[in-house]
Structure formats: structure tokens, C-alpha cells
């Protein structure tokens, strides 16, 4: 009867032992998160800052802290991780103890401003858009790379790139430079030598065309009909600029919706009524196409355009002024109608 009774006791402490065992196995190599997630870790966050971060994906949450403190883990590495179904605890701190972040896709479309460039990058990164502007206004990668303030929007070129979270500020701007020298092959630039202009002329008047029209299939059409002006010493008279100088004295925020004559004796190398040949600098960031439209675009006579109130956001081209004389007309009486006196 002893015996039996000590058997019982040596049977359930194995098997209670058994199951603390397990259940310490299981916090520390068992599956804890429920489903594939990502969570940013920022360079502030403490353990606790993680395990609470971790708490929606995890199913032992709480023993994070214990795994962490017995591998002597005490700061984990800002970035962000991508969490896969199924890990354990001991794969987490693994995977922030070494920094084995995954990279994410950032996008950027036409930006007006390198303000307003760098807010929509703060989005998406953990630099301050502060940094990001500090980083491409520096005086020594400016003169560098014969860029100034007002140009070196050129070198961002609309489209996905691949970063991580905790990229830096210069490290992004680098990358977006590279990332524009390539953009520039041996097919482009011979392209451009055709047409006699330089990368930045390029970009100048794509930005122009850019703003011009949202019309994709458009965009040869205008950019032909900038090109013939140019080609024959005429100004620009391009809508958009006067708009960016407008801007430039009421504010980025100020709503332009329709070009005033007043507007068209703004001081200004920027205004194309009052100077000829291109802007100094590009007016806002032309994305792929728009360049890509200036450097294969459509040859033809037009040297005048205005908007279609036939086919609203398309443009009515002409070859004569007179023609041209009709279009405006047509379109004068129809932003009347509409009341818009701005």
C-alpha cells in the first residue's frame, strides 16, 4: 500500500513536471503568433514597448519579457518586421536582436514642392520630413551634383522603391539619385541630345507638360506643341507656370483654378508669357510618362492649345491663331457659366 502510494506521488509529479515543461517549452519554441503581421519598432520602444506591440499577434505575449531576459536580450533594434504565423518567442527575439527587418514599398506620385515631398515620405518611413529636406538641400551634394534648392526635385522620379523603415535620410536621397541615373539610360539621353536639351530641360518641360494635361495619351501632343514653339523663339505661354508663380506669392494652398491677365505681368523668370524659352527649374515632379512624352513626342504642326468643353480634362489644338482665336472663345464662355473667377 507505501509503495503504492509512493508510486502514485513519483507518477504525478513526473506528470506535473511533465506539463510545467511543455508549458515552458511552448512560450519559448512553441507557435505564438496567430498570424502573419508587421509591427514598427521604433528606436524609443523598450521590451515592454514590444510585448504590448506583439500582444494582438501572440499567444504568449507575456512570456516575451521572460524569453528575452533569460538570452540576456535588452534592446531590441529599430525597423520593421514582418511577423510570419507560427513563430516563437525565441525566433522573435532572434529577429529583433539581430535587426532582420524586412524592407517595404514606398510610392510617390507628382509632388509640387520638396515640402510636400517630404511629408508624404514621413508617412511611409521613420525619418522626419525635417531630415529629408535637410539631407536634399545639403550645399555640398547640391554643388556636387550642379543641382540647387529649386532643381533637385528632378532626381525624384515617381515609382515604387524598396527601403527599410529605418533608412536615413541621406541614405534615401542617395538612393533616389542612383535610382535617377539609371532611369537615365543610353536610349534616353540620346534622345534628349536629339532634341538639343539637357536631363534638366527634359524634366523642365516635362513638368510643364505634367501639369498641362492629366491626359497620358496627351502628353506627346503638348509636348510637340512646346517644342515647336520653342524651336521657332516663341514663348512658352504655359499656363502652369504662371500658376507656380502665383503660388510662390500666395502660398502652396492657394487654389488656382483660372488664370487671370493680371497674372500674366507677374515678375518673374518663372512666368513663360513674359520670358522665352524654358523656366530655370522644373515646376513639380513629372512622372515617367510626362518625360517619356517630351522625349518621343508627336511631331506636328500645332502651336496653340486650350481646354476642350467638349471633352473635359483634353485639350483643343490648333495651327492658326485664328483657330486658336475660336477655341478660346468657346472655352471663355463656358468657365463664365461655370462662375469660376479664380
Known amino acids: 500500500m507505501r509503495k503504492k502510494l509512493i508510486y502514485s506521488i513519483i507518477a504525478i509529479i513526473i506528470i ?8 515552458y517549452y511552448q512560450k519559448i519554441f512553441g507557435k505564438t503568433i496567430t498570424k502573419d503581421s508587421v509591427i514598427f519598432v521604433n528606436s ?30 535588452t534592446k531590441p533594434k529599430s525597423g520593421r518586421y514582418f511577423l510570419k504565423k507560427g513563430m516563437s518567442n525565441n525566433e522573435l527575439v532572434n529577429m529583433l536582436r ?8 514606398i510610392s510617390f506620385n507628382n509632388q509640387d514642392t520638396l515640402e510636400k515631398f517630404a511629408g508624404r515620405i514621413a508617412e511611409q518611413l521613420e525619418i522626419d520630413s525635417v531630415s529629408i529636406i535637410n539631407s536634399f538641400t545639403n550645399k555640398e551634394f547640391l554643388s556636387k551634383n550642379k543641382l540647387t534648392k529649386k532643381s533637385v526635385l528632378q532626381i525624384c522620379i515617381p515609382n515604387s522603391y524598396e527601403f527599410y523603415w529605418t533608412t536615413s535620410a541621406d541614405k534615401f536621397r542617395n538612393k533616389l539619385l542612383l ?4 532611369f537615365w539610360n543610353s536610349s534616353r539621353i540620346k534622345k534628349a541630345k536629339a532634341l538639343n536639351m539637357t536631363k534638366s530641360e527634359v524634366i523642365t518641360l516635362a513638368s510643364i507638360v505634367q501639369k498641362e494635361t492629366a491626359k497620358k495619351e496627351e502628353r506627346p501632343i503638348v509636348a510637340g506643341l512646346y517644342l515647336n514653339r520653342l524651336k521657332k523663339g516663341w514663348p512658352l505661354q504655359a499656363d502652369p507656370t504662371i500658376i507656380y508663380c502665383v503660388k510662390e506669392i500666395k502660398g502652396q494652398d492657394y487654389v488656382v483654378k483660372r488664370v ?5 505681368a507677374l515678375n518673374s523668370p518663372y512666368n513663360t508669357y513674359k520670358n522665352k524659352g524654358l523656366p530655370p527649374t522644373l515646376i513639380a515632379m513629372p512622372d515617367i510618362s510626362s518625360i517619356d512624352g517630351v522625349l518621343n513626342s508627336q511631331k ?5 492649345m486650350c481646354a476642350n468643353v467638349d471633352k473635359i480634362g483634353y485639350h483643343s489644338f490648333a495651327k492658326t491663331l485664328a ?18 473667377n479664380r
Open 260 to 264: 487671370l491677365t493680371a497674372d500674366l
Open 44 to 73: 524609443s520602444d523598450t521590451l515592454t514597448d514590444i510585448k504590448n506591440k506583439l500582444a494582438p499577434f501572440s499567444e504568449h505575449a507575456n512570456a516575451f519579457l521572460l524569453i528575452a531576459s533569460k538570452k540576456n536580450f
Open 300 to 304: 506636328h504642326n500645332y502651336m496653340y
Open 179 to 182: 535610382e535617377y541615373n539609371r
Open 98 to 105: 539581430s535587426g532582420n527587418q524586412t524592407p517595404l514599398k
Open 16 to 23: 506535473v513536471s511533465g506539463v510545467i515543461a511543455n508549458n
Open 323 to 340: 483657330q486658336h482665336n475660336n477655341n478660346a472663345a468657346k472655352y471663355h464662355r463656358w468657365i463664365n457659366s461655370q462662375g469660376v
